[in-house]
């Protein structure tokens, strides 16, 4: 048992408000920590060291703001494995999906190394007589971050690379599942020479959420989690005056033309809704099938389950791990029964194992003839359960798929780019894919879902996370031609 304690000022600060929260294995099903989760003058505490820091971080030279970030990336990519340890240990996670969380995390890191030239504004000389116009990019001030249990160190990069690089300072609330590896971060933050105080982590529940919103000295707050929560966020954070960007929750359809390579699709099906267990929020969990495509996608996707193995993340031959506890497993699994119960058919079940005896664990479900008023169809799950949705025709899995609440990603599978080309037209969805069943964008593009997925105007990281991290301050400036002046210029010119 270890404790898991606050990062305050530059310094572990334990929590003294007395409550705490289970940090479980979710590969054992034990608990191995607990952590401390902050009161509201703890948030104070983070806030205040990251207000008294800002004036000297914001006043640091870019070359100088940028270097940090370069030395951040050397650190992260030689400790990537104790980082993806960290991750695997409290999330469950097998270690390669791990590796793949901290890789794409640090490509956002890498993005923020060209602060100097993402920060230039706009010049306009001469709008009028002696008279300049240009724009400048300046610092929110302490922004503050909320993310989720599922990466648990991905995300944290998404926000606070452009968020520190911009000259802002930062207050991390990362979830109190596995809030390890935002630690180790702020660890190798301070080694990369960032000052104290200017990046703080609290551990914490709905207490120290609530803190953030209304702190008065807070001026930007990013979440990312599900979608009732990232609602209230974004309300109660601009109802406070603050800049907010809330991404939520997903069910992410995967829409498979008659023409389409079914190994391919059953291939990137089977990678995209099990990866991780189904705890991403741009994993497919719904395939929607079009025409005679379903029995063999069906059947392609149901012979490619019994080689995942499942097991603890850290085993290498595992390929997919637990979920994250036992009383969301035990939620995941309550879908399966009800779908059967509400006329879907069972392809797979996946209690039926082979399981690991200990543990959160749950091995692949595949749900076929699931139709849009069923709960496994309404709901997101987060789990390792995929449903198949059988329709007639492209238009009306184009309808499913725009009716749906949720516009996070989406992908489509075919082999006439001229009806691709028209899917990316038709559909209400901000990140898709072709022939591609997760497009999460690469660092120098940004990443936001539409509708329920993203309640804000400003997408996360990428060329977004520069503008919602900064302010514009245009100047309009008079220098007259010197005629009176005492320095010999050599007025008149000749023009
Ligand atoms: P969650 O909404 O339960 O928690 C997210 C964060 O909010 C955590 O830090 C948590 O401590 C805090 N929180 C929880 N309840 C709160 C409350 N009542 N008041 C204030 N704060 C509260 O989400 P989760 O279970 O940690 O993560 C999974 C969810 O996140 C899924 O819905 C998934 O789709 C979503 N997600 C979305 C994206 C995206 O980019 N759109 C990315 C990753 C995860």
């Not at 999330?91 to 602060?115: I, P, T």
């Not at 190994?263 to 099990?274: E, F, I, K």
């Not at 496994?376 to 799950?381: A, F, G, L, R, S």
Request: proline content about 7%; overall charge negative; glycine content about 10%.
């Amino acid at each position: 048992m270890y404790e898991i304690h606050h990062r305050i000022g530059g310094r572990s600060t334990p929590s003294t408000s007395g409550r705490t929260a289970p940090v479980y294995d979710p590969a054992t099903g034990r608990v191995q920590a607990t952590v401390g989760l902050a009161s509201v003058q703890e948030v104070d505490a983070a806030v205040a060291a990251a207000q008294a820091a800002f004036p000297g971080w914001r006043a640091t030279a870019l070359s100088r703001r940028a270097e940090v970030m370069f030395r951040l990336r050397e650190l992260i990519d030689a400790n990537r494995k104790e980082l993806a340890q960290l991750i695997t240990n409290e999330h469950g996670k097998v270690l390669s999906d791990a590796l793949g969380e901290v890789a794409r995390g640090l490509e956002n890191v890498e993005f923020a190394c060209g602060v100097p030239h993402l920060l230039k504004g706009g010049y306009s000389e001469g709008v009028s007589a002696g008279i300049d116009v240009y724009q400048l990019r300046q610092p929110l001030g302490v922004v503050a971050g909320i993310t989720p249990f599922n990466f648990p160190a991905m995300v944290p990069m998404w926000m606070f690379s452009n968020a520190l690089a911009c000259g802002n300072c930062f207050v991390l609330k990362p979830s109190e599942k596995d809030p390890s590896p935002a630690l180790f971060l702020a660890d190798l933050l301070h080694q990369a020479g960032l000052p104290d105080g200017v990046f703080n982590v609290v551990q914490g529940d709905k207490v120290a959420v609530d803190r953030l919103l209304e702190h008065p000295d807070v001026a930007a707050v990013s979440f990312v989690g599900s979608t009732p929560i990232a609602r209230t966020i974004y309300e109660r954070a601009t109802a406070n005056g603050k800049r907010a960007q809330a991404l939520g929750g997903a069910k992410n359809h995967m829409l498979v033309l008659p023409d389409a390579d079914v190994d391919m699709a059953a291939d990137a099906a089977v990678s995209a809704a099990y990866g991780s267990a189904g705890e991403r929020c741009m994993a497919i969990s719904v395939v929607v099938a079009v025409g005679e495509v379903a029995d063999p996608l069906v059947d392609a996707i149901s012979a490619r389950l019994p080689a995942i193995r499942v097991g603890p993340g850290t085993d290498p031959d595992a390929e997919m791990g637990p979920l994250v506890t036992g009383e969301h497993r035990d939620r995941v699994i309550g879908y399966l029964d009800a779908a059967v119960g509400a006329g879907a058919t069972m392809v797979a079940d996946g209690r039926a194992g082979p399981l690991p005896a200990e543990g959160f664990f749950l091995g692949p479900c595949l749900l076929d003839r699931v139709t849009a008023d069923m709960a496994c169809y309404t709901d997101e799950i987060f789990g390792p359960v995929l449903s198949v949705v059988r329709v007639g025709s492209y238009a009306e899995g184009l309808r499913l798929i725009n009716e749906n609440p949720f516009g996070n990603g989406t992908a489509i599978f075919t082999r006439d780019g001229g009806a691709a080309r028209r899917f990316q037209y038709d559909c209400n969805v901000g990140m898709v894919g072709i022939n591609v069943p997760i497009p999460v964008p690469v660092s120098y593009y940004s990443f936001g879902g539409w509708k329920a997925s993203l309640f804000g105007d400003r997408h996360m990281y990428g060329p977004e996370g520069i503008d919602f991290y900064t302010r514009s301050k245009v100047v309009t400036s008079r220098w007259p031609d010197p005629t009176t002046s005492t320095v010999d210029l050599g007025f008149p010119q000749v023009r």
